[in-house]
Structure formats: structure tokens, C-alpha cells
């Protein structure tokens, strides 16, 4: 029983407790997180009173959302009501939020039990959780070898089973990256939908929340729960409710898939090249039309996407007073410190315009391409995870979000699924990127070919 | 644009972070291969393109929500209107 669904199922039916299902995954936390670290803060007590209330509920005979009852995890940069939301940062370190922020607060109301708060890169600012104050996570396939990040804590504890789903955040492939790395699905949501009112903001106009889960259909099943209109997040967009599950199973007959050609490039590993081709294979054995396309200028997305999202991230942080000089880590300092420099010298070299009008070109060029196609096969991240402390430059680190940057530059929606491993054991994951607000195409895309990834 | 130690100085200053000798070196050596990195963007003929949000003022650009607003608006709500 690993799936969002077969535990909803086993509650409602008795089969097991919600109680029961708690203390299971607090004693897995106990016994495994010690050498994974996937966790900052444990919530145990609080956990096992809210599994309780809900068994008390379902006792009562009250209908329940398939959530309640289901242990989950929240990255610390998500605010929590009287739990401490420390960002991986020791600045952070004693912060205690008096209020949850909506997406807490949605997971709260449809009866979710919150295990704890999940380790992350400092602010979300890296590709492989090293950053964290908290220490390093590791990857549940292979101690020793990064998560992912900035999620990697939420990803590793999906995949290490310490946590049925975890909730994430996604400014450059934070979600994808990770999930790939660990072999669990991430999903990235059009920005706008799900509100971010309560999340410590990376760069504002490229952060989105979106779920970490073992398969599709409970990406579908959180995704219910969590993207909702709020007011108090001014990108919020009020749209009608979307049916996820409805058309999961729907399969892709007819549809028309998109493979960038400019993705088969030098860095991108044989294994990972080998996976997504197999899943175009699959994707046209079930009668979808696969098709090679070209985005020029996709090879402009990473240098833009630092150039911003460091200016956001430097305006951001600029409101966290304290001691900076020791408050701070290296990462983030040096992001900081790229922002400060374009901001400074914008009128000498304006990077800045250049990067804006660089993000409309690329925006364009995909959404184009998505006018014509109903999604996009591309690989997660160029390779498998790599070993920690590696000797990988800056700009190396940066090029793993090669194939993740171009949604949260065009604010599309986006999920990686688990999709075989190379010969070292470690997951692959392959992506989908879809049209705004075309998240119930990519979950039945992205099922059709979870579930049916052996038949080639 | 190569960064320089005047400018490393000028810029921690203002982002409220002290670096002694050791780091003002280490974060040289790093920003340098980043906006080496940036570099590559000013080969791209963008004369024709108006970004959807823009800032006039170089020194508050981002505290200037209402663009990002705008941003959003063209990109995200207008679609939406069309399907809705």
C-alpha cells in the first residue's frame, strides 16, 4: 500500500486506520530519516491527534476528500501555523509562522495529516540540496548521491516511503529535478494555480507549488485539493474547477506530441536519450502522433532564467533583516550577490532587458509550438543523479535545469514521471510540458505512459 | 563584463553582506563564470521585442508588482477568458 489512493481506500473501508497509517510512517521516519535527512521538523504529536480526529470523522459516517487521513509532508518554505518554517536557512532557524499558508490550509480543511517540514536547499537555491543549514539529503536509491533540488527533501522522502505525497515548490525544475533524481512523479501547475500566499518566495514570477507523489492518479488527487482560487495571492487566477481524475484514463488516441530536437544535445546522457525515445515509442503504439519540433531558442533559457530569477530572488531577500553576513550561505549570498550586480550596473549593461525580452521570445516560441501540439516529450534532467560534493562548476550545476527553466519562464504547466533506470539503478524521469492551464491533458498523457512504460 | 574587486565591494555593500579577503576571491572566481554565462544572451537580436513588463526605473524595477501583474494578465487570465 504506497499510493494516495489504495491508503484512502483501506481507511474508508476499515481495513486500516488513519491512526494506524501515522504511526507506520512516523516509525519509518524514525528508523530511516537519521541517514536520509529528509526531514527538519517532525510533527508527531500533532500528527497522530489529527489521524484520530479524522478516524473520529469517518466513525461519525462524515464523506471525506480520498486526502483525509493520508500522512504527507510540506517543504519548510511553506508556512505553518505554530511549526517552525525555517527555509533551510539558519537565518530562519527559530521561525515560527503564526498563520498556514492556503496551500497548508486547503491540505488541513480536506483532512491531510502533516508528518513534518522537509528539507530543502537554502531558500531553494540549488540543484542538489548541499545548500541546506539543516545538512545535506540524501538519495534514497544511493546514499551518497544527491536528491535533487531545491525539493530534494520532499522527493526523498516520497521515494524512501516517508511520506505518502509531499508538497513542493517549482522555480526552476525544483520539483521535476528532484523527482526524476529520487524515481517519483513531480508536477509543476500552470502558475497562477495554485496560490503561493504563505510560501517564502524564491522569484516571485516564477515560483508554483505542485505535488510530489508515487503515481499520476494521486498527482491528480492533491492537484483537486490544492489548486483553488485565493485572493490573497495577487497572481492567483480565478478559473472553474477542473475534473483530474475524470479524463485520467482517457488514453492519448489522436493526440499530437512534440519532441524538441534542440533537447538531443551534447550532455544529454545515452540512458536518459533512450528512456524518452521509448516513451515516444509508447506514446505512438497508443495512437498518439509524435512528431519532431524545434525551440531555437531554448538554448537562451538558462542564462535568462539565472539573470532573473537572481535579480527577484535579491529583491526578495532584501527584506529579511538580521545578520546577513552569517544569516546567509554561501548560495544564496552568492545570488544575492548576482542580483545586487545586475541591478547596479543595469544602466552599463543592461543584461536585465535583454534577459526580459529574451523570456517573451522564449515564451512565444512555446507557446506557438503548444498551439499545435498537445504536449511535449522531453527528458527531466540530463543525467542520473550525481554523487554529493561533486566537482561540478556553478554553471554545470545550472545546466541540470536545462530541460525544466522554459515552464517557468512561459509559466506552463509541467510533470515528470519515473521512467526506468540507467545501469547504475539510479531513476530516470521523463517530462511533459503542456499549454496554461492544460493539467488534466498531462496527467492522462502522463498516465497513459506510466502505465503502459513495459511494454517495449 | 568581468567583475572586479571595486565592484564585488560596492555591490556587498549594498546587499548588506560582509566578505573578507578569502571570500571577496571565492565569489569573484564564481560570479565571473556565471555573467560569463550571461554574456551569451547579448548575441540575440531582440530590437523587435516588447516585453510584457518592463521598468523604467533601473534602481526599483521588481518592487513593481502591478508588471508582473501584467505579465500574468496577457499571458495566463486572457487565455482563460477564451476557454471559460
Not at chain 1, 491527534?49 to 464523506?63: F, H, M, P, S
Not at chain 1, 539558519?90 to 503564526?98: G, N, R, S, T, Y
Not at chain 1, 515516444?280 to 531554448?298: C, F, N, R, Y
Not at chain 1, 509559466?411 to 503542456?434: E, F, H, N, R
Request: aromatic share 8%; with cysteine.
Amino acid at each position: 500500500m504506497k499510493t494516495i489512493y489504495e491508503m484512502s481506500q483501506a481507511i474508508k473501508s476499515g481495513e486500516i486506520t488513519s491512526y494506524e497509517l501515522t504511526q507506520r510512517y512516523l516509525e519509518r521516519i524514525k528508523m530511516h530519516n537519521p541517514e536520509l535527512n529528509a526531514y527538519i521538523t517532525v510533527t508527531a504529536e500533532a500528527a497522530l491527534a489529527k489521524a484520530t480526529a479524522i478516524d473520529e470523522a469517518l466513525a461519525r459516517g462524515e464523506v471525506l476528500s480520498p486526502l483525509a487521513g493520508v500522512p504527507m509532508s510540506l517543504k519548510d518554505n511553506i508556512c505553518t501555523k505554530g511549526i517552525r518554517t525555517t527555509c533551510g536557512s539558519k537565518i530562519l532557524e527559530a521561525f515560527v509562522p503564526d498563520e498556514d499558508a492556503t496551500v497548508a490550509a486547503l491540505l488541513d480543511e480536506a483532512g491531510a495529516v502533516l508528518l513534518g517540514k522537509v528539507n530543502m536547499d537554502e531558500f531553494g537555491m540549488g540543484s542538489s540540496n548541499e545548500t541546506s543549514y539543516f545538512g545535506k539529503v540524501h538519495n534514497p536509491s544511493q546514499r551518497g548521491r544527491i536528491p535533487g533540488g531545491s525539493s530534494g527533501g520532499s522527493a526523498a522522502a516520497v521515494a524512501a516511503e516517508l511520506s505518502a505525497y509531499s508538497i513542493g515548490t517549482d522555480t526552476g525544475g525544483s520539483i521535476r529535478q528532484p523527482a526524476a533524481y529520487c524515481g517519483v512523479v513531480g508536477m509543476k501547475p500552470t502558475y497562477g494555480s495554485v496560490s503561493r500566499h504563505g510560501v517564502v518566495p524564491l522569484a516571485m514570477s516564477f515560483d508554483q507549488v505542485g505535488p510530489l507523489t508515487q503515481d499520476v492518479r494521486d498527482a491528480a488527487l492533491v492537484l483537486d485539493v490544492i489548486a483553488k482560487h485565493d485572493p490573497k495571492d495577487k497572481m492567483s487566477v480565478d478559473k472553474k474547477h477542473t475534473d483530474y481524475i475524470k479524463t485520467l484514463e482517457d488514453g492519448v488516441k489522436g493526440m499530437r506530441i512534440g519532441i524538441p530536437k534542440e533537447y538531443f544535445v551534447e550532455g544529454l546522457s545515452l540512458e536518459v536519450r533512450h528512456e524518452v525515445l521509448k516513451a515516444a515509442q509508447i506514446l505512438k503504439d497508443q495512437g498518439a502522433i509524435v512528431e519532431e519540433i524545434s525551440t531555437p531558442h531554448i538554448q537562451y533559457a538558462i542564462p535568462t532564467y539565472y539573470m532573473i530569477t537572481c535579480t527577484e530572488a535579491s529583491a526578495g531577500l532584501s527584506v529579511l533583516e538580521g545578520n546577513r553576513t552569517e544569516g546567509f550561505g554561501k548560495q544564496v549570498k552568492k545570488r544575492i550577490l548576482l542580483g545586487s550586480y545586475v541591478k547596479t550596473y543595469e544602466g552599463e549593461y543592461p543584461y536585465y532587458q535583454q534577459a526580459l525580452k529574451l523570456r517573451q521570445l522564449i515564451t512565444d516560441e512555446l507557446l506557438e509550438v503548444l498551439s499545435n501540439y498537445d504536449a511535449i516529450l522531453a527528458p527531466t534532467t540530463p543525467t542520473t543523479a550525481f554523487e554529493m560534493g561533486g566537482a561540478l562548476t556553478p554553471v554545470e550545476m545550472y545546466l541540470s535545469d536545462i530541460y525544466t527553466v522554459s515552464s517557468n519562464i512561459a509559466g506552463t504547466p509541467a510533470i515528470s514521471i519515473p521512467y526506468g533506470c540507467d545501469a547504475k539503478g539510479l531513476p530516470i524521469g521523463v517530462q511533459l510540458v503542456g499549454g496554461h492551464f492544460e493539467e488534466a491533458k498531462l496527467l492522462r498523457i502522463a498516465r497513459c505512459l506510466e502505465q503502459n512504460k513495459n511494454q517495449i | 563584463m568581468k567583475l572586479t574587486a571595486k565592484r564585488l565591494e560596492c555591490i556587498a555593500e549594498k546587499a548588506a553582506i560582509d566578505l573578507n579577503k578569502q571570500e571577496e576571491q571565492y565569489y569573484l572566481d564564481e560570479l565571473n563564470k556565471i555573467i560569463d554565462l550571461f554574456e551569451q544572451i547579448k548575441e540575440v537580436d531582440t530590437e523587435q521585442i516588447t516585453p510584457y513588463y518592463t521598468t523604467e526605473h533601473e534602481q526599483d524595477f521588481l518592487e513593481e508588482t502591478y508588471a508582473l501583474k501584467a505579465w500574468v494578465s496577457e499571458y495566463l487570465m486572457m487565455p482563460l477568458s477564451v476557454l471559460e
